[in-house]
């Protein structure tokens, strides 16, 4: 069964329209990964998935800051007045929020989405910016598929 099947009847919350989803889209701009996508349009705007969940579109699930996907990408994307070296890799999405400000990420500069963990927690003002990057899975459908099958994703880089 594929990912949107294992999750429909399993999500509460109404999926995004398509409008809201293009208006993302144009607003972050570059286009979503079709399978979140999907997952927006035919599943819930956002808050299923691990943890404190996945970001959704407007409209859909916030942070407990009350960011969408595309509001904590534009700050992340922003420059930080106290460090110069602060440069948010483009492209690069936090949508699902661990806690403790960690976050996975996925790359939309590469070929299936691969994901990481942001951890800004491994990172001092001035050092370079890849030490708050951990690779975590090759897609971002290795990283929902690992997440319905029941694995421990926090165990990997933190267990």
């Not at 999500?11 to 607003?27: D, I, M, N, R, T």
């Not at 976050?103 to 491994?122: E, H, I, L, Q, R």
Request: glycine residues 12%; negative net charge.
């Amino acid at each position: 069964m594929d990912l949107v099947g294992r999750l429909k009847g399993k999500v509460a919350g109404a999926p995004a329209s398509s409008v809201v989803v293009g208006e993302a889209e144009k607003l972050i701009g570059f286009a979503f990964p079709p399978l979140l996508k999907e997952l927006y349009l035919q599943v819930a705007n956002g808050g299923f998935g691990p943890s404190h969940k996945i970001l959704g579109v407007d409209g859909g699930y916030t942070s407990d800051e009350g960011d969408t996907i595309v509001d904590f990408y534009i700050f992340l994307s922003d420059t930080d007045p106290y460090d110069e070296l602060w440069q948010w890799p483009e492209g690069m999405v936090a949508f699902c929020n661990w806690g403790s400000g960690v976050y996975s990420c996925f790359d939309t500069t590469k070929d299936g989405y691969p994901v990481c963990w942001f951890d800004p927690n491994k990172r001092e003002i001035g050092e370079p910016m890849e030490k708050q990057f951990i690779a975590h899975k090759d897609s971002l459908a290795a990283w929902f598929d690992a997440w319905l099958d029941g694995d421990s994703q926090w165990a990997k880089p933190y267990g």
